[in-house]
């Protein structure tokens, strides 16, 4: 009878994971990258996130969520690879970081203190007036890191964000730009939400540079054309292909490729030499 064919994970390992909390598609890309690296006797891997995708029944950008959160825990180690990104478990358990939780003490001119458990990342109110201490608690580890902040106004944080995005009036292209030039910004940051998805489809950063340029090449002279969130109509602009410079193979696991339009264009933007500015 032949035996069953099994990923060994290292004991060390599947202990952290047994003795702490993980939400399931932090679980299930943790056993996926498993899967793909042990079951391979491999410490790591270069794999699509559309393969990720297949394995785990994870949407991508969920996928994108789930393995940044884990990245910054320092619970897996990502790099840029030829195909997708470059995979594995962190073995250095002790580097691990886990959900943190608040414990937030409010005192108001000696009165009447309050201790209330807040789990990271759910919006609180912070009253006028009120000197708040922050003390974050880790699993792993017994210090705390205990934070004074004396407030002036009362604000649901979460809330304000929501209401100033709303204020915002529309603007043409053109202002947008020499507002974010003034600040030191570039019309799409490094950090903009699209190179994530560009990764989860198989978009390159070149591509998206080309569509950005025709994109702006377009709205830059329509001063009667506005946007209240010009990246975001960018982020509309690239999901939908709108200049179709790159195609879809049937094939999951293969990055997007270039069309003739594409080709063109690219060149165009190479001679220019342009960037996201």
């Known amino acids: ?12 390992i599947l202990d952290v994971i047994l003795l702490h909390d993980f939400s ?6 943790m056993f996926a990258i498993a899967r793909q690296t042990y079951g391979w006797h491999k410490e790591v891997d270069d ?30 180690i990502k790099k840029t690879g030829k195909h997708g990104q470059l995979l594995e478990i962190n073995n250095c ?4 970081v886990f959900d943190s939780k ?25 009253t006028l007036g009120v000197t708040e201490t922050v003390t974050d608690y880790y699993r792993n580890s017994n210090a705390a890191i205990t934070e004074t902040v004396n407030t002036k106004e009362t604000i649901n944080r979460n809330y304000q964000k929501k209401k100033e995005r709303e204020k915002k009036k529309p603007i043409s292209l053109s202002d947008f730009l020499k507002e974010r030039a003034e600040k030191g910004e570039k019309g799409i940051q490094p950090n903009d939400k699209i190179f994530d998805y560009g990764r989860a489809v198989g978009v390159s950063d070149e591509m ?12 830059i002279g329509k001063v009667d054309k506005k946007q209240k969130d010009w990246r975001a109509a960018f982020r509309n602009c690239v999901k939908d292909n709108w200049y179709e410079y790159w195609g879809i193979p ?19 933007v190479k001679n220019f030499n342009h960037g996201f500015e």
């Open 24 to 29: 399931k598609r932090e679980l299930k890309v």
């Open 102 to 126: 608040k414990q937030v003490e409010k005192s108001k001119n000696g009165g009447k203190s309050i201790t209330e458990t807040v789990i990271e990342g759910v919006t609180k109110t912070v």
């Open 93 to 96: 358990v002790n580097d691990w």
């Open 250 to 268: 049937a094939n999951d696991d293969e990055p997007a490729y270039w069309t003739s339009k594409g080709k063109q264009k690219r060149r165009e």
């Open 1 to 12: 009878m032949k035996k069953p064919e099994f990923t060994g994970i290292p004991n060390k």
């Open 47 to 76: 794999i699509a996130l559309s393969k990720l995708a297949k394995m785990t029944g994870i949407y991508p950008s969920h996928l994108c969520t789930s393995i940044n959160s884990l990245t910054k825990r320092n619970i897996i």
């Open 208 to 219: 998206l540079m080309t569509a950005w340029h025709k994109f702006k090449d377009y709205y």
